[in-house]
């Protein structure tokens, strides 16, 4: 919430519960989720709500938007200012490392293309633990 603060956002309740529930699924939640959960705790929030405080949420780095496929979006906190994720296109688990090693890469992307690389964004996609012993049965 600090960093809500400093952007000059207010860390209304709504706003707090929305961050509290996304921080407690370390494996992402979608918004539909967001919105069910929510609901059980008590607080109601509208849709564009929602929708707008996961905006302004992303905007301010406190969380992330991992893309699982074009219509299955799924928000986690960000733990960290350097984190890449893993998404299993069985069952949309998310999973989060840290550390990077393609810098050198991303180095020779820019001189060839003549970009200035200043961020990047890695996902990797496959099948998390659970659900590739059923792939292979």
Same mark, same amino acid.
């Given at each position: 919430? *600090?960093? $809500?603060?400093r952007?000059?956002?207010? *860390? ?10 996304? &921080?407690? *699924?370390?494996?992402?939640? /979608?918004?539909? +989720? $967001? ?12 849709? /564009? ?5 996961? &905006? ?8 992330e ?5 074009? +219509?299955h ?6 733990? /960290? ?6 998404v ?9 490392? +840290?550390?990077?090693?393609v810098?050198?890469?991303? &180095?020779a ?5 003549? !970009? ?6 890695? +996902? $990797? !996609?496959?099948?998390c633990? &659970? ?7």
């Open positions: 919430m *600090a960093a $809500l603060h952007e000059g956002g207010r *860390a209304t309740r709504q706003r707090r519960m929305i961050l509290e529930v996304i &921080d407690a *699924a370390p494996k992402g939640i /979608s918004a539909e +989720e $967001l919105t069910s959960s929510l609901a059980r705790t008590g607080v109601r929030a509208a849709r /564009s709500t929602i929708y707008r405080t996961l &905006d302004t949420l992303r905007r301010i780095g406190a969380v938007l991992v893309h699982r496929r074009p +219509e979006h799924r928000y986690l906190a960000r733990r /960290s200012a350097h984190q890449h994720h893993v299993c296109e069985a069952c949309g688990a998310v999973g989060v490392f +840290e550390g990077c090693q810098e050198r890469a991303l &180095d992307i820019g001189a060839k293309t003549g !970009f200035a690389v200043e961020r990047h964004t890695l +996902e $990797l !996609f496959g099948r633990p &659970d659900c590739e012993p059923a792939r292979r049965a």
